[in-house]
């Protein structure tokens, strides 16, 4: 486990970029794994950045998110379909088709979830997957329980969960209480993990997770367990690590 503190989130967020774009460099054609939320929105911008400045170019990589709401129309402003596309996907030259995310209105949704863990697979597996973390300690929607499920799946969402993400909705009645998302046993396949944590509210769960035992009512603690896992924190997310 490499844990790097950074004392802004500029930092933070051109380190994040600059790993991406550099397993880019490495191979043109890798598989990056993508997560959604406030966290890596910076990121997503320098990865704008550095495409415009003509520093790296995704046209030969292909890109799995982890998680879909379920039922939410693609269209739908807070659907994760359309926070990839206007945070990023639309501003480089990745092509459409090797951008993959769950499909959260499928007729048949374990259909769906076999489908995407087998297009992954296909793809030769995660080269580096980029994780927030919730502050019930999920990762994905990988939600704390007394097991936890390795291939990608339904889950019923946490009300913590739902409160967390109601901020980007008119009011929690209007966030979906399902969603599809990537298990952590594809998680952990990958060949690196980029753990990305923000803000003070974060700094008790980081602790939890990575200096903590590893417990399934505690999903991102099984990171600790991963070959390559990468921490990246603002001082304030990190300060308990220290």
Do not use: W
């Given at each position: 486990?490499?844990?790097?503190i950074f004392?802004?989130?500029e930092e ?8 991406l ?14 997560a959604?939320g ?11 950045e550095l495409y415009?400045?003509g520093s790296?170019?995704f046209k030969s ?7 879909e709401?379920v ?5 739908h402003?807070?659907s994760y379909?359309?926070?990839?596309n206007t945070?990023l996907?639309q501003h ?11 499909n959260g209105?499928?007729?048949?949704v ?8 087998q ?5 030769g597996?995660?080269?580096?997957q980029i994780?927030g973390?919730g ?5 994905g ?8 499920q ?5 889950v019923?969402?946490?009300?913590e969960?739902r ?13 979906p209480v ?5 298990g952590?046993?594809t998680i ?7 753990l990305l ?6 700094a008790e ?6 200096r903590?035992p590893i417990?399934p009512?505690?999903p ?9 896992l990468?921490?990246m ?10």
């Amino acid at each position: 486990m490499n844990v790097h503190i950074f004392s802004s989130n500029e930092e933070l967020n051109e380190a994040a970029a600059g790993l991406l774009a550099a397993t880019l460099h490495t191979k043109a054609n890798a598989v990056l794994g993508l997560a959604t939320g406030s966290t890596p929105v910076g990121v997503y911008e320098k990865l704008v950045e550095l495409y415009k400045k003509g520093s790296v170019s995704f046209k030969s990589a292909k890109t799995f998110n982890l998680d879909e709401y379920v039922g939410l129309p693609r269209d739908h402003s807070e659907s994760y379909y359309t926070f990839m596309n206007t945070r990023l996907f639309q501003h480089i030259d990745l092509p459409a088709e090797n951008a993959h995310i769950p499909n959260g209105n499928a007729e048949i949704v374990q259909e769906e979830c076999v489908r995407y863990d087998q297009m992954i697979e296909q793809a030769g597996g995660i080269d580096i997957q980029i994780l927030g973390i919730g502050h019930n300690g999920h990762i994905g929607f990988n939600e704390p329980g007394p097991t936890l499920q390795s291939a990608t799946h339904l889950v019923d969402l946490h009300e913590e969960t739902r409160k967390a993400n109601a901020r980007f909705f008119d009011s929690i009645d209007d966030v979906p209480v399902q969603a599809i998302t990537v298990g952590l046993g594809t998680i952990m396949k990958s060949k690196t993990i980029l753990l990305l944590a923000k803000g003070s509210d974060k700094a008790e769960i980081m602790h939890r997770a990575l200096r903590g035992p590893i417990d399934p009512q505690c999903p991102a603690s099984f990171l600790q367990l991963h070959p390559q896992l990468i921490v990246m924190t603002d001082s304030e997310a990190g300060r308990l690590l220290k």
